[in-house]
């Protein structure tokens, strides 16, 4: 089922976050939005961390490269990472598509509530037309 | 003036253009007169091209060099050779004048220089990947270390052996000061070998670093060193001779995960310490972790094969506080001349100048050994360096005799034997460092020997 | 003219048994190997390098040379570079046998003539820097950042002070923020005002008792002298922090001001660009340093002093000073870009170094006159010795981008300005004339922005035109990359 990203919380440093209620807890898919995608411009390189990982929300988790920028990408959430979409450095186009659904890069198992900070689809867009 | 262009009427046109009515008036709108100097830099007079050169000319016939002297100093730095073709390539306007290869349309020519030095690099080494070069050996090693921490980032020593060369350790050191790191040097055996770090290996060593041949001019055992490493999960990093190569095995073949040299011995004049060439290559794995920039190939947009700088996301200047090396620029008219010196050499001509110097070697230890006031420190395996001591324990005494005779007789290592993290142990009190390369010959060999064992000895040896 | 051997790599010019190097036979007895060595230790072929005969080799790399531009060739307006006319007297002296034949290790009484240039230039840096402690061991400007830092980092620790704060300008080169996060510092960023230069307010905020250094690069990259600086220097001091000058730009103040004089604590020389040397293809260049009096003991050695002797006669030693960060490098420096710089010098003399200066501020202004016709500046109608104009307008009228004009420029045969630096100024075109280019080349250059301007946007778009490719595929380059050659990696390409 595609993901919407009307339904997503977002983090001001452009991750989309989808939390997800399972038998384990509260899982994270987290991804990063369109906007940022669209500045990034050409994706080249897409460095992840190791499953197991134990992040605190704002941690940084990887970096996203385009041919003359790096960005790192920070977990809006705090909790473990569960999984990696470790294709998906291999296949960064795939990314520029569908950023929602096949672009989504790194799963966590949660260990604390979803951050108050985080922005809702319209707050985010806000302020990315204020950057833009 | 000599290198300037405007007459006065270029002057008073540009002047025109601009609406001002002097170049201090554009000083002083922007320059406040209170920082401004008042008066002449107090400098030599401009002199011209005839009396500089004279001057000049006069200046450097006063200085022993390896024109005027025969060199048996090496220690990192080689009189080796240079064919004609190597500086008759360099000294074309196009390759020394321009720089770093940001429109690559107009630069081809120096990235496929920098894409062929790769390529060389590799096949020297037998490592998958190799940057475009870095400033020089000492601070190739550093950066070597640098990107072995930044790659076991859980991990916090570095070891490293007490026969490996000095400068190299003392830049090392500088460079760890203000980080939280440990650096270990572990005293080398009495074979002076660095054998002993296997056992100081442990789960928190980000990376080993051996140079091969040693400092003293052994040889290490580094496969047996790079397999406790990988063992610990550490990294090795050897630090090799590139001619050793033409002989030895290759780092890329004795399980070596980062290879750096001091590449000056590939056709780089010695010109006192620098500009030098960094050799750095790695693992192709550890690519997205070497420092330093990197010539890639592509194609053009009609589909033709090119060259840009690529993976610059790597580079300093971009990860700015993120960096974790201090790696801009590069070394590419230095590069230029080692890929020429090996296009020239091939894999014979290394072969040839390696066993040259292997053979000039043994003849030359073999004279010393032959001498009452010497002796041959290690006896074995060596390509071009050896360890001599004088019995008689004035080295400084005895260099000085010899380089007033005509010869650069090696390096006095006394000054380097202490007990800071870069000094040499304690067996090397009283020895010289002899370096023999292709370039020597028997006589000269012969010459040195004659020339050390007549210097007057101290009057009264220590017991 | 299409040149084969120079579009082929080395590696497919290769064909066994070809050679160029070869020896006459030994004049000492042929040790046995097997017998000496370990039979570990010895690999049984020699390294896969390319087999070739010397013409191949000179034809090959003659031709490459061909697909460059350069000083000696073109007009090389590349920004924050400092592309001048490389003197060839400097390359002759430079190369006589007693500067470039000097082994690193020889003792100094060996060559004390090389070591009374190297003093020399010690001395002249400092009177032009007006910082009397010189370091000419870093090997490039990046470096030179580093081992200040290194030294501001030593000095404050002898003081028992814990500064563990750099600013750097949002203005900044890269290597600003990299070598204080190398240094071991936390860097925080101060930012550009409207008119480009320090934001005082922004300064203020950030300085406090935590602070080392503020790197300040003034001119800074825009091409303006900060005219506060007389506020940065007294703000900063009074925070007990120091100031590093990053000295790329100091082409445009010799002899009219001093770093020591405005304030600097710190600083690093570009010699390759303020004197002269060769650029290199990238490289090699040198980063002396120049700091105070109280910071010179934290200096890296060796350093040249002179004594005298019992007759009066001047004696050159190496010395470390007495509480030295250590070395950044091996041996000495380098020296073979340092003895250029001093011959430059020589060559000009202080007042001709200050006429350099201003030739290169009139020349700029001139451009800048010029060009602020055809594309927007910034940040007003005067500059130092480089201006940054924007190509933002364009962008908009015609969807022309800073680097679509920087590639056409290549089509009128000049190599481009520096395009997105510093990022400050949105579609930078950053020019750097230089005073070693005529009013007749920099009218031409002019001529050629504004005619590009008028032209067709699918041909400015598709530009270069005339060299030999055009727009390479950086992504391509960077998603799959092909470091080296080998003997598949050419099946993708065209011959």
Redesign the interface.
Known sequence: MARDPEQLLYADSHEWVDVQDTDGGKVAVIGISAFAVEQLN?L??M?LPDVGRELAAGDEFGEV??????S?MYSPVAGEVLEVHADLPDS?DGLNDDPYDFGWIIKVKMNGDVPASLLDHAAYQKQCSEAG | MSYLFHTEEDRAEMLGSIGAESVQQLLDAQVPASVQLKRPLKLPAATDEINLTRELTQSAATNASTSSHVCFLGGGAYDHFIPAVVDEIASRGEYYTSYTPYQAEVSQGNLQVMFEYETLITQLTGLGVSNASLYDGGSAATEAVLMSLAIKRDRSKVITSDVVHPHYRETLAAYLHNVDVELVVVPSDDDGLSTPMIDAIDEQTACVLIQHPNYVGRLESVASIAAAAKEAGALTIESFDPISLGRLKRPGDLGVDIAVAEGQCLGNPLAYGGPYLGIMACREDLVRRLPGRIAGQTTDRRGKRCWVLTLQTREQHIRRDKATSNICSNQTLLALRSSVYLSLLGPHGLRETADQCIAKLSYAKECFEACERFEVLHPGAAVKEFVVRDLSADVGGLMDHASQSGVLAGINLDPLVGDSTSSLPDRYQHCFLVAVTEQRTRSEIQSLVRTLESAPALASPPT | MRNQQASQLLFELSRPGRRAHTFDSLDVPEPDLEQMFDSDDLAATPPPLPELAEGDVVRHFVGLSTLNMSVDTHFYPLGSCTMKYNPKRNERIASLPGFAHVHPMQEASTIQGLLHCLYELQEMLAEISGLPGVSLQPAAGAHGELTALFVAAAYFQSRGENRRVVLTADSAHGTNPASAQMAGFATKTVKSNGDGLVDLDDLKAKLGDDTAVFMLTNPNTLGLFDRQIETINHLVHEAGALIYLDGANMNAILGITRPGDFGADLMHYNPHKTFSGPHGGGGPGAGPICVRDFLAPFLPGPIVTRQMDDDGQPILELTTPEHSIGRVRSFFGNVGVLMRAYIYIRTYGGDGLRRVSEDAVLGANYLLSKVKHILDVPHGDRCMHEFVASATRLKKQSGLSAMDLAKRVLDYGFHAPTVYFPLVVDEAVMVEPTETESKQTLDAFAEALFRITEESDDLVHEAPHTTRISRPDDVAAARRPVLKWSDASDETATP
């Open positions: 050409d080249v390189y460095d490269e385009s041919v003359k920028a790096v790192p960064l």
